[in-house]
């Protein structure tokens, strides 16, 4: 029986193939390791996109139709899918032990979110609709195995406006608050979504926040090992909650932090 099912959620216009190399890696630990697709993406190009098709996708995927032991069930999201997985954490208590948000600490409202709708329109007027610049882009900012793993599932493009859309109505502060499993806020360094982390770190009831050095929005592609690790170490913690639960002596979590002090922000190994 595997240690644990993890479910992986890609990003905007990708694929659950950005997830190849943490499938190598997360497999050699006996995990049930399974990655979707969103609608509109990858398998499922020419779909239309929205909250709730999303959500059940993700549902199917970490709860399948078979019998046996339980096992505790991760979720992981990337950007967009981590802001569904959020979604997903607070409308479904229940059906989840713990949540890694990666490369999602920002509110999708205001000027940023205008600003990524302004982009969309201008690289859906481009006569391909964007694919060789999304693919220099992807060749420019990631080494050659990543770049292969982004574009190997194709490249949705043309979900950005209507996901743009249907993500600017999503409150994560607020669902970040409700959800009453373990929750690992996973950002690079450099990255560009990561500007409220503190904020969303405090709106979670049992959080923490990883900050991964030298790596940018796409954590998991730049620095894929300690992304591994990150998700194995919530594993760890899940098995270990599973087992004070079964043995009787209580859940083991962890009195609540001090939000302002902050004492939960770790650091991924260097």
Known sequence: MPRARVVLVHGLRTSSTMWRRQFALLGAHDLDVVAIDLPGHGTRIGEPFSIEAGLREIDAALNPDETGEAVPRLLVGLSLGGYLSIEFAARHPGRLDGLVAAACSTRPRGASLGGYRRLAAIIGRLPDRGRRLNDAMARLLLAPEAADDVLAGGVALDVMAPVLDAVGRLDPEAALSRIDVPVWLVNGRFDHFRFEERRMLR????????????????????????????????????????????????????????????????????
């Open 203 to 270: 709106a979670t009831r049992d959080g923490r926040l990883v900050i991964v050095p030298r790596a940018t929005h796409l954590v998991s592609l730049i620095r894929p090992e300690d992304f591994a690790a990150i998700v194995l170490g919530a594993i760890a913690e899940l098995q270990r909650r599973a087992a004070r639960r079964r043995s009787g002596r209580g859940s083991g979590d962890a009195a609540p932090a001090d939000h302002r002090a902050d004492p939960r922000v770790g650091h991924a190994r260097t």
